[in-house]
Structure formats: structure tokens, C-alpha cells
């Protein structure tokens, strides 16, 4: 058997278990359930669900994907998340009704269609959950609204100069009043001994370049997962106030001042 042969059969081999392993039922008078071979990050059968109209067929995902990301506290409702998902919907072809992912195909492209449906449903998981520098961006956002929310003052996207020479960038500083010192801000979306340790060296160079009564604060996101202890008694050793995001209204008082 040539190479060609041996990696053609193996593709058969691939279609076979494709096939075998997915299963269509009825669900409604209109739709159709297609269960597949592949999974989410949940270990779950990604599902996708089809009714004809007239010559053609919807493909839809129900509303599942969207909704999975909500439950995982991942909403859908800012400019900038809007704008990640609608490009990533794009590049498979795929239109958004709501919060449902949905495409159209006919006889001839139904396969193809299937396929993209799929396809964009693990990327739009994959895009929010497993992509560090959209959950930088999205959590850095996710502050701002916050800061706005409660009317709290800031100036955005702030590089200082350390006595090094270096310049730092940090994600707000909140001027001097009348009650309250000058205040620098970093979102921390992976709070670990890296990110700990970079901020550290940031503000020890900063500090002393500033008012002495100047502080530092580290918004730390415990979404995802639990903050190290390590990670915040290294923090609070070089008098780096630190807000849990879980906990966020405890660090207004802070801020707002």
C-alpha cells in the first residue's frame, strides 16, 4: 500500500467515525437535534439543530454557546466583546439572531454550512476562555465600566516615568482631591507571581517619582480562579492596596474619594 493509499484510507476511517457517532432525532413538529462526535470545554456533545425552510435549511445553535458563556460569567455586552464576537462570526460565514448563532444552506453546501456552525461555536468558546490577551482586554474593560459606573474619576491607559528612566504603563490613575492622594491603577487578569511581581517593579520604580502620599491599587480578577496568598502578601509588602474583583464594592470607598 502506497503512502497515498494508507493516508487515504484513514481519511474514510475519519468520515466513518464521524458518521457513526452522530445521531439526528426529532426535537419539534419543525426541528431537528444533530448530536456530534465533538465536545466543548465541558466535555459535552456539541449539538446544533436544523429545520427546512422551503429549499433551504437553519442551522442553529439554539442560543446554547452565548448563553454557556453567561453562565460562566462571560457576558456578551460590551462594545468591544460584541465587536471580538461579531469578527470571529464572520470569518465562518456565521450571522448572530440575538443571541443564537445561525446560517443557512441548501442541498449542495449543507455539509460546508454544518461545518462552519460547528466550527464557530468552538471558537467563540475557545476566543473568550482560552485567549490571554482578549482576557486581558475584556477584564481591563470590564473595570472601566465598573470606574463608571460608580461615577469614580480616572484617566485611561497612563504611562509614568520611573526614576530609571523607563516608562511604565498602568491602566488608570485617578487624580489627587481634596480628601484622597493620587491614586495608580492596575487590572490584574491573571493575578500570579509574574504579573505580581511585574506590577511591583513597575510602581517601586514609579513611586518615586511621585507625591509621597501616592498610592498603588491592584484589581484582581478571581473569576476564573482563586488569588494565591503569595500572590497578595507580595503585593501588600510593598504597600500595594489590592481589591478582589469578586469583592469589588469594598475597594469604592478607595477609589472614589
Known sequence: MTQVQEISRLVDSYRDWVKDRTVVRSVHADWVEITTPFVDRHNDHLQIYVKSEGDKFVLSDDGNT???????????????????????????????????????????????????????????????HLASANVRSLFREDVEAWLQMNEIRFVPNVQLAGKSGYQHYFDFAIPRSKNASERIVRAISNPNKDTALNFITAWNDTSQQRADDAKAVAILNDNEKPIGEPVLAALQQYDIRTVRWSERSTGIELLAA
Not at 466583546?81 to 440575538?98: A, E
Open 66 to 128: 452565548i448563553r454557556d458563556l453567561e453562565l460562566s460569567g462571560c457576558t456578551i455586552d460590551t462594545p468591544k466583546r460584541k465587536s471580538i464576537l461579531q469578527t470571529t462570526l464572520n470569518g465562518f460565514g456565521i450571522s448572530l439572531d440575538g443571541s443564537t448563532l445561525k446560517t443557512f444552506a441548501n442541498h449542495g453546501n449543507f455539509s460546508y454550512r454544518k461545518h462552519a456552525i460547528l466550527q464557530a461555536i468552538l471558537a467563540v468558546n475557545d476566543l473568550f
